[in-house]
């Protein structure tokens, strides 16, 4: 009998610092894709706005504020055990310095190294987006004439 995978609504944050390098968070061992990679933010509870979600969360695993900028993507990935429907937004810190309370490790990455990490699938489209419009390279880039 096939039974109903439940749907979570998540959102994320696209942090950059003054250099352009994004924040990006590795998931706890032992928690639900642990060791892998995300940008941090997360779940969006009943009547809660994504916007509002997003700085909620941010004040509560980063102990810092931000701002909420535009969308960056939006992503379903089906789990085994839960679809994630991932809303990302590029945000920008007002108050705070990011301090880890729920993740393995924070790093600032450069846009062009984030396909070197081991990213959470739901997450890959939004690397991808990032990649594409700073023109970094991702699984390759075009072969220029002569090479």
């Known amino acids: 009998m096939n039974q109903a995978v439940p749907q979570i609504d998540v959102v994320g944050a696209v942090i950059e610092n003054e250099s352009g390098d994004v924040l990006c968070a590795r998931r706890a061992p032992g928690s639900a894709r642990g060791g892998l990679?995300?940008?941090?933010?997360?779940?969006?509870?009943?009547?809660?706005?994504?916007?509002e979600a997003l700085r909620r969360e941010i004040r509560e695993e980063l102990g810092c504020d931000i701002v909420v900028g535009e969308p960056v993507a939006e992503a379903t990935h089906r789990y085994p055990e839960v679809v994630v429907r991932l809303l990302t937004f590029r945000a920008r810190l007002v108050r705070g310095?990011?301090?880890?309370?729920?993740?393995?490790?924070?790093?600032?990455?450069?846009v062009a190294a984030l396909g070197r990490l081991d990213w959470a699938p739901a997450d890959l489209p939004t690397v991808a987006r990032l990649q594409a419009e700073a023109g970094a390279p991702g699984e390759g880039r075009p072969v220029s004439p002569g090479e």
């Open 97 to 110: 310095r990011p301090v880890s309370r729920e993740h393995a490790e924070l790093r600032w990455v450069p």
């Open 37 to 51: 990679w995300e940008f941090p933010g997360g779940k969006i509870e009943p009547g809660e706005r994504p916007e």
